[in-house]
């Protein structure tokens, strides 16, 4: 029985397979596409079966060609996850049309089916960061990215398959296989990267009134922490519907900045920079996912705290240019 992973070769992707092989699981089909990125090289170490780009994959499911696979599983992690991207259409197509169809298939041949929603989808917060799938029509994501998103969770609702098939909703994913990301890598990276050439991290200045410079707060999330939440969600074929993927604790950018520094044994050194005009009025200033779901169904385990997380990942990964090995 074969396991498909869509994203396959991004953060999230290429870490469940990661953590697939480290159970001794081979027999992954990836999809992805790959482009002229670098996230090639995140495939490297892992052990698969077979590679499809994106577009022949599509073709290949619209057409039937996959019916007769026998499949265990579908981790749909593939997505354009950039909260910057501006073609609604495209979006619409790649987040929303692509994740119908996989899951439509998923259920009509009873194969767990698990995928990424967002806590993007959550908005400002004014709703709160609580998974209840009753509420979700409540919600108002604040960039396209999220909003793509809410879509098909509100999709998944109305027509009655919420509750056959699992929802991931993301926090501020970080860690190794994230280098090919660009504008959307983690801010542990920047930090590395900054004060590797320069022994400075530059933060954005807040437009809160509420919250000093490098004050303002996030769910930030190890990637191993993440994946092996969601394999968890994966065995366990009675969570269904929608589960906030996150650390359960909001951590400052200066607390972030300063693990950072520290891993890299360097002094603090955080520069307050001027945010963009066009993120002013988008921008979440406070982000904590509540996982008592997640606990409720079985999980036992505490996030990685943050200190020790940076350290794993600047002192094991970005120090050593390496990736993500079974």
């Known amino acids: 029985m074969s396991i498909i992973v869509t994203g396959g070769a991004g953060l999230i992707g290429s870490a469940i397979i990661w953590e697939l092989n480290r159970r ?46 026998k499949i265990e599983g579908i981790f749909h992690m593939g997505a354009c996850s950039s909260t910057t991207e501006k073609d609604a259409s495209y979006l619409i197509d790649n987040n929303f049309n692509y994740t119908k169809e996989l899951a439509s298939f998923a259920l009509s041949k009873d194969i767990r089916f698990v995928y990424a929603s967002s806590c993007a989808t959550y908005g400002d917060g004014s709703q ?35 509750k ?52 303002f707060m996030r769910d930030f999330l190890y990637v191993k922490d993440a994946v092996k939440m969601v394999l968890h969600l994966f065995d366990n074929k009675n969570a269904t519907g929608l589960f906030n993927i996150g650390s359960n604790r909001a951590e400052t950018w200066n607390a972030l900045a300063t693990a950072a520094f520290e891993a890299l044994d360097m002094p603090v050194n955080i520069e307050y920079i001027e945010m963009p005009e066009s993120l002013r009025p988008k921008y979440q200033y406070y982000t904590k996912a509540d996982t008592s779901k997640l606990f409720a169904h079985g999980w036992h385990t505490e996030a990685t705290p943050l200190k020790e997380a940076v350290a794993d990942y600047i002192r094991n990964y970005l120090v050593k240019g390496g990736n993500l090995e079974a």
Request: proline residues 3%; hydrophobic residues 30%; aromatic residues 12%.
């Open 164 to 215: 056959k098939i699992t929802g991931c909703k993301f926090s501020n994913v970080y860690g190794p296989n994230e280098y090919h990301k660009g504008d959307m890598r983690s801010v542990v990276l920047r930090a590395f990267e900054q004060i590797s050439a320069e022994g400075k991290m530059r933060l954005f200045k807040s437009y809160n009134p509420d919250y000093a410079d490098g004050e």
């Open 128 to 162: 709160g960061y609580n998974d209840n799938d009753d509420e979700i029509e409540k919600l108002r994501p604040l960039n396209m990215y999220g909003y793509s998103k809410q879509l098909f969770d509100l999709w998944a609702k109305r027509h009655g398959i919420q």
């Open 24 to 69: 001794n699981i081979t027999d992954i089909i990836v999809v992805d596409h790959l482009g002229t990125s670098e996230k090639w090289r995140n495939l490297v170490p892992l052990k698969f079966t077979d590679y499809h780009e994106k577009d022949e994959f599509r073709q290949m499911l619209n057409s039937g060609l996959l019916n007769d696979m």
